[in-house]
């Protein structure tokens, strides 16, 4: 969150949440306060449907 400049964790999920409805991430939150919610970052287009990485959200924040 320091990096990108995000200073709440009220704009953290609504940039995630963006980022999802715009197809740029696959995101599966965790509700669990120990298990890290899972990020899957997308190719170029959509179609494609490849998966550069997953990243484990906890690390983010």
Do not use: W
């Not at 965790?30 to 287009?45: A, D, F, M, N």
Request: net charge positive; proline share 5%.
């Amino acid at each position: 969150m320091k990096l990108a400049r995000i200073n709440s964790k009220a704009t953290y999920h609504k940039v995630i949440s963006d980022l999802s409805g715009f197809g740029y991430i696959i995101y599966s939150p965790s509700y669990h306060p120990r298990k890290g919610s899972e990020i899957c970052l997308l190719g170029k287009t959509s179609a494609q449907n490849h998966v550069f990485s997953t990243i484990p959200s906890t690390n983010l924040l």
